[in-house]
């Protein structure tokens, strides 16, 4: 829940996560939906959408380089996070385009058997437990270094 330092609900911090969570719901729910569609087969022309997804995780990777460099992190860390910020790149906006490229010509698989409600609570809970995450993550990281994992 959007708490403050004092442990009360406060709307301002709903305010400033609300947008984010929706953001990323809708994000994610796009790129479920990608699944969806590329496991049915029916992701006709994704040979020819594939190198602009690659395209778009290398600028993501070159962006979050230059970024973290001339940030508290180099080298070795800056490297990792970039990677990684360009590998979430390439598959949440390979998934997310071909979810909407399939969401537009199989309306009737998405709407008619209630998947896009299914894939919107998935990824609202995904959204909740990643937002959680980040504003817990020294707990989390103490949690899982404490037990061994």
């Known amino acids: 829940m959007a708490t403050s330092a004092n442990g009360y609900f406060e709307r301002d911090v709903l305010v400033q996560a609300g947008p984010l969570i929706c953001a990323t719901t809708l994000a994610l729910t796009a790129a479920f939906l990608g699944i969806v569609g590329i496991a049915s087969g029916n992701a006709g022309g994704l040979v020819g959408r594939l190198p602009l997804y690659v395209l778009a995780g290398s600028v993501g990777f070159v962006a979050a380089l230059l ?53 919107l609570s998935a990824a609202m809970i995904a959204s909740g437990l990643g937002y959680w995450a980040v504003r817990n993550w020294r707990d989390l990281t103490t949690a899982v270094n404490a037990s061994g994992l």
């Open 67 to 119: 970024t973290a460099e001339h940030s508290e992190y180099y080298g070795r860390p800056a490297l990792v996070t970039a990677a990684g910020v360009g590998i979430v790149g390439f598959v949440m906006i390979g998934l997310g385009t071909e979810g909407v490229v399939y969401g537009l010509t199989h309306p009737d698989a998405v709407v008619a058997s209630h998947l896009s409600i299914y894939l």
